[in-house]
């Protein structure tokens, strides 16, 4: 009997749904990016690319698939990011993300490993703020290399190996805002 197949290992890259942030679809679909996604075991990148104007669907397929992933895209979903992100975290993924606070809250109540690059085109860039802010508190991994040592300390609470292990930060939302098992 053989054993059912391992779900995909995803990344999934969110631009926002308002503001372009080409720069990051760019800098997902470079080489050193992709050759990374695939050293680190990972099947699929999925990228939200809203607004852009550099996204092209084909183009991005190819350079996947010369990198042994399959890429695909979206612009927005009216319901959120939910389903994707549900998926990343099924296959031990990780999410990509523009610094906006509903992306990053998303992939906190999950407990997803998430990388954060603000977008500096934005005015009043709040996001540069809230990403430091995140790093200060060993929330973000700095890059996909350190994603799973990221994984790791989210699934460990409280921090430095004292107390109750594998809690991961939902379940201590979950203590801070009352919710009773």
């Not at 709040?126 to 699934?155: F, I, N």
Request: charged letters at 20%.
């Amino acid at each position: 009997m053989t054993s059912p197949p391992s779900p995909p290992k995803l990344c999934l890259l969110t631009v926002g749904a308002t503001a372009p942030f080409d720069a990051l679809i760019l800098a997902a679909l470079s080489a050193p990016f992709l050759t990374a996604l695939r050293a680190a075991s990972y099947t699929d990148l999925i990228i939200q690319h809203g607004t852009s104007r550099v996204y092209d669907p084909s183009a991005a397929a190819a350079l996947g698939k010369e990198h042994g992933l399959a890429v695909r895209g979206f612009d927005f979903h009216r319901e959120g990011l939910g389903r994707e992100m549900r998926a990343a975290q099924t296959g031990e993924g990780c999410v990509v993300s523009h610094a906006g606070s509903g992306s990053i809250l998303d992939a906190l109540r999950l407990a997803l490993p998430l990388v954060v690059v603000p977008n500096p085109a934005l005015l009043d860039n709040h996001q540069v703020e809230l990403a430091a802010e995140l790093a200060v508190q060993g929330d973000l991994a700095a890059a996909v290399g350190e994603v799973e040592a990221l994984r790791r300390r989210q699934r460990t609470w409280p921090p430095g190996g004292k107390g109750e292990e594998g809690r991961g930060l939902m379940g201590v939302m979950d203590d801070e805002m009352g919710f009773v098992d």
